[in-house]
Antibody, heavy 119, light 106 residues
Framework: EVQLVESGGDLVQPGGSLRLSCAAS????????MNWVRQAPGKGLEWVSY????????YYADSVRGRFTISRDNAKNSVYLQMNSLRAEDTAVYYC????????????WGQGTLVTVSS | DIQMTQSPSSLSASVGDRVTITCQAS??????LNWYQEKPGKAPKLLIH???NLETGVPSRFSGSGSGTNFFFTISSLQPEDIATYYC?????????FGPGTRVDI
């Protein structure tokens, strides 16, 4: 069974940093592209970042480029999202998402981790 | 960036009704479009991939069609458990973008 378990969400002050982790199991992690997708409270879904199987290429949404960094460790079956210079508008549930069929096809989702940016 | 629009933004229907949601892309995305169901407090669930392919285990009352810029999502006979918000999403180009969602109530 495919499992994606996010962790690292927390309350952080504006301008602060946070690192999210996603532990994958139930499949050969190194064979699949991964993404982070977020949902602000009461809002719709927003794709945040993509990382290929090898770690390159990487893509970001304009709203986070230059502040967030996606990475992966295939030996640890994990993908990460380093978030710096956090803003109130980054408050959201962050989902770890696997691409099974195509880049960006968002086939399998974790349960999400909540990031709250507030003073 | 490819903009995705959905209509209606919300709808209310009766059990057993046929419900159709429309999704439009701002440019041709071939069939690179998915449909998701989201229930409160839960992660989105992929229902339809590549415009018209039903995910394994998803009830056959759900269906999708379309290509290019115009897509349709249909629930042939609405059930109480279908109360949710439904999103379309294109994966033809980065940035991958979602429609604003359609809330379905009974």
């Amino acid at each position: 069974e495919v499992q994606l378990v996010e962790s690292g969400g927390d309350l952080v002050q504006p301008g602060g940093s946070l690192r999210l982790s996603c532990a994958a199991s139930g499949f050969i992690f190194s064979n699949y592209e991964m993404n982070w997708v977020r949902q602000a409270p009461g809002k719709g879904l927003e794709w945040v970042s993509y990382i290929s199987r090898s770690g390159s290429p990487i893509y970001y949404a304009d709203s986070v480029r230059g502040r967030f960094t996606i990475s992966r460790d295939n030996a640890k079956n994990s993908v990460y999202l380093q978030m710096n210079s956090l803003r109130a508008e980054d408050t959201a549930v962050y989902y770890c998402v696997r691409d099974l069929r195509y880049s960006g096809s968002f086939d399998d989702w974790g349960q999400g981790t909540l990031v709250t940016v507030s003073s | 960036d490819i903009q995705m629009t959905q209509s209606p933004s919300s709808l209310s229907a009766s059990v057993g009704d046929r419900v159709t949601i429309t999704c439009q892309a701002s440019q041709d995305i071939n069939k690179f479009l998915n449909w998701y169901q989201e229930k409160p407090g839960k992660a989105p669930k992929l229902l339809i991939h590549a415009a018209s392919n039903l995910e394994t285990g998803v009830p056959s009352r759900f269906s999708g069609s379309g290509s290019g810029t115009n897509f349709f999502f249909t629930i042939s006979s609405l059930q109480p458990e279908d109360i949710a918000t439904y999103y379309c999403q294109q994966f033809d180009n980065v940035p991958f973008t979602f429609g604003p969602g359609t809330r379905v109530d009974i």
